[in-house]
């Protein structure tokens, strides 16, 4: 082997170092990044709105797009449409924790929120609703209940603007995939960006359905330990008609928000066995 082969070959191998070393780098960095702020709860203002925060809104989603591509889902670099944007705020309302004081579940949601976490792994635990019930913010038994209510009827209400806006998001998406398929893509990192965008909108739809559903069983719970708890005869009726409720407007959002699959799909009309035939009847006798 002459030397000129043995220097390209000390290269590759240097680089080849290079790179590994800085993939496992780049994996330490996210790992470290989400001990270092497992305990950071978005930060929320006036109505438990988000507040803007730089570690939140920068640090945190730089962080989780590497742990991403690390883990292999794709990540997009393009810019935020309105709409994107707009889902992904009113969509926070629904994933994030009923107590906005719940740390355990905030801290889930905001790692998953921010990919540092798998987006369908941020699983709020249902029973910390209940404690958070127990606790000395309420002083009538009533109260509880009433909350319970409240939440529920609070969530059935925003579930069909989000699906509003992600109906608008999914035809966009539409639209993005059909010109990339019609038309030449200059770039594989535009080619790649579309899809990894649709890709990106879709999770985040079913992270919301998801995140309700783990609602909906955190509201039942919560009523099940006090009928235990603290029994009372007028306000279990009201608790159960805000949670079905609350389950007629998320079968909406599990069926990707289509609202023509509320109640199911349509069967089939049956013909009837009496009349079965009656086109093949002869004419009456004329008389």
């Known amino acids: 082997m002459g030397n000129g082969m043995r ?13 590994g070393i800085g993939r496992v780098l780049g994996l330490a960095a996210s790992v470290l990044v989400a001990a270092g702020l497992a305990a950071c709860v978005r930060p929320t203002g006036d109505f438990d709105r988000a ?3 730089i570690i939140h809104d920068r640090v945190m989603p730089t962080a989780g797009d590497e742990a991403a591509r690390l ?5 997009s670099k393009f810019n935020y449409t309105n709409d994107e944007k707009l889902m992904r705020n009113r969509g926070w309302t629904l994933i994030r924790p009923p107590w906005t004081k719940d740390w355990i ?22 029973d910390l609703y209940l404690i958070y019930l127990r606790s000395d913010k309420f002083q009538s038994s009533e109260a509880r209940y009433d909350k319970i209510a409240a939440d529920a009827s ?30 030449p893509v200059s770039t594989e990192e535009t080619y790649e960006g579309a899809k990894a965008r649709v890709w990106e909108n879709r999770v985040m739809i079913k992270w919301v359905s998801q995140a309700l559903r783990y609602r909906i069983t ?43 699959t509320r109640y199911g799909a349509d069967e089939p009309v049956r013909r009837s066995r009496i009349y079965k035939g009656w086109g093949l009847e002869r004419a009456p006798v004329q008389k």
């Not at 220097?7 to 790179?19: L, N």
């Not at 889930?108 to 798998?118: A, G, Q």
């Open 71 to 75: 883990r292999g889902d794709p990540v």
């Open 154 to 183: 609070g969530d059935a209400e925003l579930v069909m603007p989000f699906c509003e806006v992600a109906l608008r998001v999914k035809k966009a998406d539409d639209e993005r995939l059909r010109v990339l398929a019609n038309k």
């Open 105 to 126: 579940g905030g801290t889930m949601v905001e790692l998953s929120r921010t990919r540092v976490l798998p987006e369908t792994e941020g699983r709020v635990p249902p």
């Open 51 to 53: 507040k803007p925060s």
């Open 218 to 260: 955190a509201y039942k719970r919560a009523l099940e330990g006090l009928e235990i708890e603290t029994p009372t005869r007028d306000r279990v009726w009201k608790v159960n008609n805000s949670i079905r409720e609350l389950e007629g407007q998320v079968r909406i959002a599990e069926a990707s928000c289509d609202n023509s």
């Open 7 to 19: 220097v390209q070959c000390a290269a590759a191998s240097r680089e080849e170092r290079r790179q």
